[in-house]
C-alpha cells in the first residue's frame, strides 16, 4: 500500500476521535444550557448577553440540552380500586407528583420496575435510554398494589 494512504487513514481517525470530542463537549455545552434555564427561570435572552451568545442560538442550545437531559419519573403500580372497586384493573402509572397519574400502562403478575419502564418506553409513553432506579420508598396510598406497594424514583437519560 503507498504511505499516502497510511497518512491519510491515519489523519481520517484523528479526525472521527476529534469530532468525537467536539460533539461530546457540545452536547454537555446544551444540557448545561438546558439546565440552567430550568434551574435559574432565565430568558433566552438574559442567558445570551451572560454567555456571549445570540439569543436564538441559546434557545436552540437550550431545546437541545432538554432533549438530552435525564427525565425523572415517580412510578406506582395501582391496584386498580381508585376508579373501581369492585372490578380494578391493576396498571403501573407515573405521577405528577402528588400520586395523580400523568400516564399509566397495565400492570402484570408478577411485574417488577423494570418490566413497567420496558412497557412505558414500548408505548412510546417514556424516552428510550439509561435507565436508573435512584430509589424506592414504601407508598401508603390505599389503592397501591399489593405486590409493588412502592413508589419508584426512576431518571432516564434519553439515548
Not at 16 to 22: L, R
Not at 76 to 98: K, L, M
Request: charged share 25%.
Amino acid at each position: 500500500m503507498h504511505t499516502d494512504f497510511e497518512a491519510f487513514n491515519a489523519l481520517t481517525r484523528q479526525q472521527a476521535q476529534a469530532q468525537a470530542e467536539v460533539d461530546r463537549i457540545g452536547a454537555e455545552r446544551a444540557k448545561l444550557l438546558a439546565q440552567i434555564h430550568i434551574e435559574t427561570g432565565l430568558s433566552y435572552a438574559n442567558i445570551a448577553s451572560e454567555v456571549g451568545l445570540k439569543r436564538g442560538t441559546v434557545q436552540q442550545l437550550v431545546e437541545r440540552g432538554r432533549k438530552i437531559l435525564p427525565r425523572s419519573y415517580e412510578i406506582i403500580a395501582s391496584s386498580g380500586r381508585e376508579v373501581d372497586w369492585d372490578n380494578p384493573t391493576p396498571s403501573w402509572g407515573y405521577t405528577d407528583g402528588a400520586d395523580s397519574f400523568i400516564d399509566q400502562v397495565h400492570y402484570l403478575d408478577g411485574d417488577e420496575i423494570s418490566d413497567a419502564i420496558e412497557r412505558f418506553q414500548e408505548a412510546g409513553k417514556m424516552p428510550v435510554g439509561e435507565v436508573t432506579v435512584a430509589k424506592q420508598e414504601r407508598c401508603y396510598v390505599d389503592w397501591v398494589h399489593e405486590d409493588q406497594p412502592y413508589r419508584f424514583f426512576v431518571e432516564i437519560t434519553p439515548s
